[in-house]
C-alpha cells in the first residue's frame, strides 16, 4: 500500500485515556514524548502536572512544536534533582490531582533513582513508593498517567506491573510511526515526496491537530494566537 499524502489523511496521535502509558523510542524521547503531551492538551482542558528528569522539559522545542504557546501556560513543570527531590515532587503532585487533571507526565521516571550520590538513601524502596503512590492516586481520578524509562530492569520492575499500554515511537523510512496493542500511527510524507523527522515534523503534525481539535473546542488554538 502507497503512503497516503498529509493533504488527504489527517495526522493523528495516539489517543491518551485513563491508563498508565510507557513511552519507548528508537532514539531520544524527547520529540515523541513532547508531541504526545502537546496534542492530549489540544484536546482536553484545564492544566497537565510535568515531574522532570533528564531535561526531557525543553522549553525551546515544546515552543516550536505548539501551535499556540497559551497551550504551553496549562504545563506545570517541576524538576528534581536527587531521588527524594523527585520522590517528594511526585507525592505533591498526586495530593494535586483531580478528575479535571488532564494528564501527568514523568519522564525518565527512573534516573533520578540511578544517581550514584544516593547519600544512603535506598533508592528502590524510594521508587517504588513513588510509583505506588503516583499510580494509585492516578487511577483514583481517572488521570492518564505517560512516563518513559532510561531503561528497563530490576529496578523498573515495580512500575512495568502498573503499566496498561506501551508506546512504541519506532523509525521508519517513512517517518517516525506509533504502534501499541490498539494503535498504529498513519504516516505523514510530505507533498513534495520527503519525510520531516525532526522538530518541524511534530509542529507540523500538530498544527494539523490543532485544527482538528478547534472543531470540538470553544477556543480555537491556531498557530500564532495570543
Do not use: K
Not at 54 to 75: E, F, K, M, V
Not at 141 to 163: F, G, I, K
Not at 171 to 187: A, C, H, I, N, W
Request: proline share 6%; charged share 20%; glycine share 4%.
Amino acid at each position: 500500500m502507497e503512503p497516503s499524502t498529509a493533504t488527504q489523511v489527517p495526522p493523528t496521535l495516539p489517543s491518551l485515556s485513563t491508563d498508565c502509558y510507557v513511552l519507548e523510542t528508537d532514539d531520544t524521547p524527547i520529540g515523541p514524548l513532547q508531541a504526545l503531551v502537546v496534542d492530549h492538551l489540544l484536546m482536553n482542558e484545564h492544566t497537565a502536572y510535568w515531574v522532570d528528569a533528564a531535561g526531557h522539559a525543553r522549553t525551546d522545542t515544546l515552543a516550536r512544536i505548539a501551535p499556540s504557546t497559551r497551550l504551553l501556560d496549562r504545563i506545570q513543570v517541576a524538576r528534581g534533582f536527587t531521588a527524594c527531590q523527585h520522590a517528594a515532587l511526585i507525592d505533591r503532585v498526586s495530593d494535586r490531582l483531580t478528575a479535571d487533571t488532564p494528564l501527568v507526565v514523568v519522564p525518565a521516571i527512573d534516573a533520578m533513582y540511578r544517581a550514584e550520590d544516593s547519600h544512603g538513601v535506598d533508592a528502590e524502596r524510594l521508587f517504588r513508593s513513588a510509583v505506588s503512590t503516583l499510580t494509585t492516586r492516578c487511577r483514583a481520578s481517572d488521570t492518564p498517567l505517560l512516563v518513559t524509562c532510561q531503561r528497563q530492569d530490576e529496578l523498573t520492575a515495580p512500575l512495568a506491573r502498573h503499566v496498561d499500554e506501551t508506546l512504541r515511537c519506532e523509525t521508519t523510512r517513512f517517518g517516525p510511526r506509533f504502534v501499541s496493542d490498539r494503535f498504529e500511527t498513519l504516516v505523514y510524507p510530505r507533498t513534495d515526496g520527503t519525510v520531516q523527522t525532526t522538530i518541524a515534523f511534530w509542529a507540523h503534525v500538530l498544527t494539523q491537530r490543532a485544527t482538528v481539535a478547534a472543531t470540538g473546542q470553544q477556543e480555537v488554538l491556531v498557530h500564532g494566537s495570543n
